[in-house]
């Protein structure tokens, strides 16, 4: 079994920053793609950004300029530094991650991170 476990959320005024982190443990021999997806209320859930193991990066538009997703192989930890926050970023922060385990290869979701911008 794997393990996500996020932390860095909070509440914080716009244009605020806010760095996010999600470290993977467990039975992993190599993770693939990483992810931060998002929820607000009533809507569907968001890709915001991913990135492949040799660091290759994808955003959705409304974060481009604002949002950098980074990661740290060694560490099994994914990281998403967010600026110059809106009231729109406002939702509950999930990691994900594309895991190869000793059998079997599959994606695993951390517990989410609330994420509030104030107006």
């Known amino acids: 079994q794997v393990q996500l476990v996020e932390s860095g959320g909070g509440l914080v005024q716009a244009g605020g920053s806010l760095r996010l982190s999600c470290a993977a443990s467990?039975?992993?021999?190599?993770?693939?793609?990483m992810g931060w997806s998002r929820q607000a209320p009533g809507k569907q859930r968001e890709l915001v950004a991913s990135?492949?193991?040799?660091?290759?990066?994808n955003y959705t538009d409304s974060v481009k300029g604002r949002f950098t997703i980074s990661r740290d192989n060694a560490k099994n930890t994914v990281y998403l530094q967010m600026n110059s926050l809106k009231p729109e970023d406002t939702a509950v922060y999930y990691c994900?991650?594309?895991?190869?385990?000793?059998?079997?290869?599959?994606?695993?979701w951390g517990q989410g991170t609330q994420v509030t911008v104030s107006s």
């Open positions: 994900n991650a594309n895991v190869r385990g000793w059998i079997a290869t599959r994606d695993y």
């Open positions: 467990g039975s992993i021999v190599r993770i693939n793609v």
């Open positions: 990135i492949t193991r040799a660091g290759s990066t």
